[in-house]
């Protein structure tokens, strides 16, 4: 880095990236779930993506692992050594797991998987706990700007999202109890 130029901080990545998410609110699948990839050295952003799993009819498809996939396509290589992840969300241990197999040196959320599970289903264990149970290293930070990755889940949008998640659930669950 050059010197007497600065790259973004922590905060000010993880305002971009809500304000990058907050986008889907005003469409028709809002979500509140979104990833960014910076250069650690640098700062210099690689790329970003949100939740698509109703989108894409594909569990998978969480903001962190798009992230992922279409930073590695972009480099063309399996490891993003060298880079930070910011999510808006804690990460779930799918999400975490894929963040250590490519290598990330750190990874920083907002809300918790305590939060978002007020809201929406969770596997409800600790990203920094998948990390520590891990041989490969990457450090876990979080939550940053809590409150401001939280206003994504509470939006109106989002809880009306929510709820038509959850009615679809149990409609589903309730037909395949029928004989």
Not at 156 to 169: D, E, I, R, Y
Request: proline residues 6%; contains cysteine; glycine residues 4%.
């Amino acid at each position: 880095m050059m010197q007497g130029m600065t790259h973004k901080s922590d905060d000010e990545h993880m305002r971009d990236l809500c304000r990058f998410t907050a986008r889907t609110l005003n469409t028709k699948q809002p979500s509140p779930f979104g990833a960014l990839i910076v250069s650690t050295r640098n700062g210099k952003p690689l790329m970003r993506a949100t939740n698509a799993v109703m989108r894409e009819h594909d569990p998978s498809s969480h903001a962190e692992l798009r992230t992922v996939r279409r930073a590695c396509k972009r480099l063309k290589r399996t490891s993003l050594a060298g880079f930070t992840m910011y999510s808006t969300c804690e990460p779930c241990p799918m999400c975490m797991a894929n963040a250590l197999w490519a290598r990330l040196d750190r990874v920083i959320y907002g809300a918790t998987i305590a939060d978002a599970n007020r809201y929406c289903l969770q596997i409800q264990i600790p990203a920094a706990e998948v990390s520590r149970r891990s041989d490969m290293p990457c450090g876990v930070e979080g939550p940053l700007l809590r409150e401001l990755c939280l206003s994504l889940f509470t939006h109106p949008s989002t809880q009306k999202a929510f709820l038509a998640w959850s009615t679809a659930k149990k409609t589903k669950t309730s037909l395949a109890r029928k004989p």
